[in-house]
């Protein structure tokens, strides 16, 4: 559908997809500064962490307000941290990523969402090594829309709900709590209901792959301990499944067969 449209309006609507996604972008910064520390993200006032100055309408727009007050806070001028507003673009960008592979569908829209809560809990996961369940039931919500809108192939997600989540089951029993954490289990299960089974399978795989390879990398460069925070590595398999899944395992059996 976007490559009949004239180049103009392509431009305009990657605009607003982006502007979107910083506005996320910018809740689920919050979310990422207040759930750790227990928090309301709806009754607290956005406010300096420094000075505590409640920030005011115009303090709040994301990316802008940070560049036009020169990252510093308006009342004690203490720097705030460039995370804020990467975080923000990030997302932009993420979303832009999305509609860019996946056009205008049902399913860049519940990527979008889906991508923004895997950003937030990747980050929470790795400063705390713990996932918020909120996370994987708001991701859980997205798989049971995706059910309704693909029916026909329900059992797909159904299958997927439990593909991978099962056996992590299985392991965190059998090795009672040390091998795999319990919100990874219901990531999986939440993210496979969301792409259904074989994607969820490779996501995992994939998962696993960059998990090994990232953290080998930091404990020889850092001296990170064996224990690593999976949420990451897992969000980062399901959007290369989600994304371009189905174009690889085409190719794959493609090959095989």
Partial sequence: MLESIPTSLKIFFYIIVFLYGIVIGS?????????PQKESIVKVRSHCESCGYQLKWYDLVPVFSYLCL?????KCKEKISVWHPLLEVSNGLLY?????????SVESLLYCLAGSALLALSVIDFKTCEIPVGFNIFIGVLGVIRVL????NWYLYVIGFAAVSAFLYLLYVLSKGRAIGGGDIKLMAACGL?????LIILAFLIGCIVGSVVHIIRMKVSGEGHVLAMGPYLSIGVLI???WGNMFLNW???VLL
């Avoid at 809740?27 to 759930?35: G, L, M």
């Avoid at 020169?70 to 308006?74: L, P, V, Y």
């Avoid at 832009?96 to 205008?104: A, E, M, N, Y």
């Avoid at 969301?194 to 074989?198: A, D, M, R, S, V």
Wanted: charged letters at 20%; glycine letters at 8%; one cysteine or more.
């Fill in 27 to 35: 809740f689920i910064d919050v979310c990422i500064c207040r759930i």
């Fill in 96 to 104: 832009i990523l999305i509609f860019t592979v996946c056009k205008i």
């Fill in 149 to 152: 809108t693909d029916l026909s």
């Fill in 70 to 74: 020169g990252g510093k806070c308006r």
């Fill in 241 to 243: 499944a989600a994304l």
């Fill in 252 to 254: 794959y059996f493609s």
């Fill in 194 to 198: 969301l792409i259904g089974w074989k």
